[in-house]
């Protein structure tokens, strides 16, 4: 059975970070590309930050030089450090595994809970 467990959300003010942790199980983790979508308010689901199986990263224009995704193979884990946050990145923010690594791969699995991120002015 496949879940992924975002988490390390909350409310932080614009020109803050914050890391997002996912945790994945019931998948070959270190095997798949892996990427971070966020979803804002009235807003379609978007991918911002992707990472293949061999550590190579692909961002979306609105986050590069601000986000930088990761990956633990050893712990079926993928983050997403955020830093110098803006209002624009309060989103839901969820993790799952790609087809391809690119930015246009569609998600592989259904999505968990995803964590929210509040970025305030």
């Known amino acids: 059975q496949v879940q992924l467990v975002e988490s390390g959300g909350g409310l932080v003010q614009a020109g803050g970070s914050l890391r997002l942790s996912c945790l994945a199980s019931g998948i070959a983790f270190r095997m798949m590309s892996m990427g971070w979508y966020r979803q804002a308010p009235g807003k379609q689901r978007e991918l911002v930050a992707v990472?293949?199986?061999?550590?190579?990263?692909i961002y979306a224009d609105s986050v590069k030089g601000r986000f930088a995704i990761s990956r633990d193979d050893t712990k079926n884990t993928v983050y997403l450090q955020m830093n110098s946050l803006k209002p624009e990145d309060t989103a839901v923010y969820y993790c799952?595994?790609?087809?391809?690594?690119?930015?246009?791969?569609?998600?592989?699995?259904?999505w968990g809970q995803g964590t929210q991120v509040t970025v305030s002015s």
């Open positions: 990472v293949s199986s061999g550590r190579i990263t």
């Open positions: 799952n595994a790609l087809y391809v690594a690119t930015m246009t791969s569609s998600p592989r699995f259904p």
